[in-house]
């Protein structure tokens, strides 16, 4: 039976989605012409229209709250839990559109969208099957139905348009880590594998019957028979127009790198332009001058990329893998940036960060999506190979999520009353996230106590969380104000 508290926090909740709507609408106001002529020729008036101000982000998710803690009040407690336990559905069918390409089938038949006989057609699904799959869709607010098997692009789907990077993203939670996320129940009671933080005993070492850590078995190159046959172990394999390309070489002699390890590099520009573009503006770049900005594993340099175009003065240094460096040297930033290049703003050096950092006294160190793939041991020694290399001047930015708790944090922005203080609802898909990186390497998502115990380990100091209008924050640490005053001198 409800009470007067439910109905008193239902009070609340109307309260806030009148504020947050009034918030949204007088944003939108701002942000964009109120011209349609105008704004159809011109499309976005912001110049990063994928960056909310700090007023619309805060209503943004205020609003995406309150439609979490609504259901909580008004559903049916046994419907949303049978809802919640088959929610991995709803996934496998984004990642059958996605990996099919239909929001871009569907764009190609302009504003009159397309039927499912033509996507069907396109996509070689049987009609009425895929049908279904749309309307799973529909249902859940991706796509729209505009008349009885005729679809369209909603607001939603729409960002999947000539967009390769989210597509990446979506698909590579259907390889690999979808079979991973299957063998989680087991391995969460497995008599070796419970206790263990080690990134070689998981889940997904579990699921495709493998020893190896997730990052060689990328890197693997395979031939196309492989891919035919499907993965080790659970895995089915990938599937879509990456099995096919691989499969069409099946006659070849040659080699073909994994159809997943191209996913994962598209995945990670993808991730990094929805959760990143705060990065960029939230963080006092322009005030470090011509500062030298360290990219610890930072892949093809794709953060530093978009800081290059922004902030002209700073300068860089990529550090990784060699191959992934020489795809970064050769082909990513003299297509996006050539002048970083000539004029020897940028450097690419190969290295491992479990050993000392080979730039002394940078300005900034940047870890990137980095410490919440390794377990807190591992995290320990990537930032005492960075402090050896430190001087007083220098500071890591570590750009992870920080992950509250309903209950909060007196170092986070709590939501308001009655929601859940981590803003529930808005924040799933971090938790989703932290899961996936549980079961495929032993990954955390850190809290800010999690983040500051790993931090002091390593003999440095939390200085300060970045908030940014993003789900992932930035974390600053320095060397301790002790070492500070008989260490090298700054400047």
């Given at each position: ?24 609408i007088?944003e ?8 349609p ?47 919640v ?12 559109a ?25 996509t ?73 933080y ?42 879509g127009?990456?099995y ?44 470090l ?75 900034v ?68 996230r ?58």
């Open positions: 039976m409800r009470t007067i508290q439910d109905a008193y926090q239902m009070l609340q909740l109307l309260e806030l989605t009148q504020k947050s709507i009034h918030q949204i007088g939108w106001a701002t942000e964009y012409s109120t011209e002529s105008r704004a159809s020729k011109l499309g976005t008036e912001k110049k990063d229209s994928s960056l909310p101000s700090r007023e619309l982000y805060e209503a943004r998710r205020t609003l995406l709250a309150v439609t979490g803690k609504l259901v909580e009040l008004v559903a049916d407690p046994s419907e949303r839990l049978l809802e336990s088959s929610s991995y559905n709803e996934a496998r069918c984004l990642h059958i996605a990996s099919l390409r239909i929001a871009d089938i569907i764009h190609a038949g302009g504003e009159a969208g397309a039927s499912i006989e033509t996507l069907s057609k396109q070689g699904v049987e009609a009425a099957k895929l049908g279904r799959i749309m309307r799973c869709l529909c249902s859940n607010h991706v796509f729209t139905e505009i008349k009885d098997n005729w679809f369209a692009n909603n607001h939603i789907s729409q960002a999947l348009v000539d967009n390769e990077p989210l597509r990446a993203y979506i698909v590579m939670f259907s390889f690999d880590l979808y079979t991973a996320s299957d063998s989680l129940p087991r391995t969460l009671m497995h008599s070796d594998f419970a206790n263990s080690s990134v070689s005993e998981t889940s997904f070492q579990k699921a495709l019957g493998i020893s190896k850590e997730r990052w060689n078995w990328l890197e693997e190159e395979i031939s196309p028979t492989d891919v035919q046959n499907g993965g080790p172990g659970k895995y089915p394999g990938c599937f127009p990456e096919s390309s691989a499969i069409a070489q099946i006659h070849s002699n040659h080699t073909i790198k994994r159809p997943e390890h191209e996913i994962f590099g598209l995945a990670m520009l993808g991730g990094g332009k929805i959760t990143g573009v705060a990065h960029l503006y939230d963080f006092p770049w322009s005030s001058g011509k500062a030298t900005v360290v990219d610890v594993g930072g892949g093809v340099g794709g953060f530093c990329l978009q800081l290059s175009h922004i902030y002209p003065e700073l300068n860089f240094v990529v550090l990784d893998r060699a191959p992934v460096l020489q795809q970064a040297q050769n082909t990513v930033w003299p297509k996006e940036n050539q002048s970083a290049l000539d004029e020897g703003r940028v450097k690419f050096i190969p290295h491992s960060f479990f050993e000392e950092n080979p730039i002394k006294g940078a300005d160190y940047w870890l990137r999506y980095i410490l919440h793939d390794w377990s807190d041991d591992y995290c320990v020694q990537i930032l005492e190979a960075i402090k050896s290399s430190m001087s007083p001047k220098s500071h890591i930015l570590i750009c992870d999520q920080v992950m509250n708790t309903t209950a909060g944090y007196d170092s986070l922005v709590s939501a308001p009353s009655p929601l859940p203080a981590n803003y529930g609802y808005y924040t799933r898909y971090s938790h989703q932290d899961i996936a990186m549980m079961s495929i390497i032993n990954g955390i998502e850190r809290t800010p106590a999690e983040f500051k115990n790993i931090i002091e380990r390593a003999g440095l100091e939390m200085s300060r969380i970045w908030d940014c209008r993003s789900q992932v924050s930035l974390v600053e640490c320095t060397l301790p104000r002790v070492e500070e005053t008989n260490g090298v001198e700054g400047h």
